[in-house]
């Protein structure tokens, strides 16, 4: 057992560091499947941003098709539903390698990253000025996991732990986006200056025009009734597009959407030094 086990490790790790470190050989195929808002704004930033490789638009039917084809990756955006679903809550924009498991439906095993979007079924597009940073998002995180694999098995969890990279720079928080009442005040002292509270307006014309020394905090909420379902909480840098907060927590009546007491906590920890 522990020999089949120590093998097995190991292919998981030869291939996972072939993924990564031949990725920049491959097309990557983009999936636009329609001319809606989302798909139109997703091709103009992979147009004016993607470098890490080469890449083609592809339709949904091509999608189909190549699917099983571990020569290409696959940027898309999918509709995601966990067990206690009835329907998609939430969309996301991903990154997964082809394969035989594609082809059967299980995107999980050749995920390269995987980030929430906005919720399924929205037309509004609120949330669809962050597709230029997650293009750069997805592209820095290749870049980190070909320095270090170790990171390509940490997942998303691995962002919980940059907050510190926060540290001087401008931090702007919605009432909105925090799941309790809190005052002008509470932020400024539990950041020592550096946080406040602003519009929802303000932080999206810090995401539009990549205001520099800035990061802001962003919540994608799940369509419907959020009751049961998961609201994700990130902190973004809009000068250099990166990712420096991921969390994600079950909505109920006792924790409402939105960033808590204990995250705020955690994202304000460094700058009480």
């Known amino acids: 057992m522990f020999l089949f086990t120590s093998l097995f490790s190991q292919k998981i790790l030869r291939d996972t560091r072939n993924t990564f470190n031949t990725f920049a050989s491959k097309i990557t ?4 499947p329609s001319t809606s808002l989302a798909d139109l704004m997703l091709r103009d930033a992979v147009n004016r941003g993607w470098r890490i490789s080469p890449f083609e638009f592809c339709t949904l039917e091509e999608f189909n098709r190549i699917k099983a084809d571990t020569n290409y990756f696959f940027l898309m955006r999918v509709d995601g539903m966990y067990r206690r679903d009835l329907e998609p809550k939430v969309e996301y924009l991903t990154l997964f390698k ?3 498991e594609v082809k059967r439906g299980l995107f999980s095993s050749h995920n390269i990253i995987t980030l929430p979007l906005q919720q399924s079924d929205d037309l509004t597009g609120v949330t669809l000025n962050l597709l230029p940073i997650y293009v750069d998002i997805i592209q820095n995180h290749i870049y980190k996991v070909q320095r270090d694999l170790s990171l390509a098995f940490k997942g998303n969890s ?3 732990e940059r907050v510190k990279e926060a540290k001087g720079k401008n931090i702007l928080f919605s009432k909105e986006s925090i799941n309790y009442d809190i005052r002008d005040y ?3 002292s539990m ?3 550096e946080a406040k509270l602003t519009t929802a307006s ?3 014309d810090a995401v539009v025009n990549n205001r520099e020394n ?3 905090a962003v919540v ?3 369509k419907g009734d959020p009751a049961g379902s998961f609201c994700y909480k990130l902190m973004i840098d809009t000068g250099t597009h990166e990712l420096l907060f991921f969390r994600r927590h079950r909505i109920s009546s006792r924790m409402p959407a939105g960033f808590t007491r204990e995250d705020l906590r955690k994202i304000s920890a460094p700058f009480q030094f």
């Open 158 to 160: 691995f962002y919980a």
């Open 214 to 216: 800035t990061v802001v």
């Open 186 to 188: 509470d932020i400024a």
């Open 29 to 32: 195929k983009v999936v636009i």
């Open 98 to 100: 082809g394969g035989p």
């Open 202 to 204: 303000d932080i999206e």
């Open 220 to 222: 994608i909420l799940p």
């Open 191 to 193: 950041f020592k200056g």
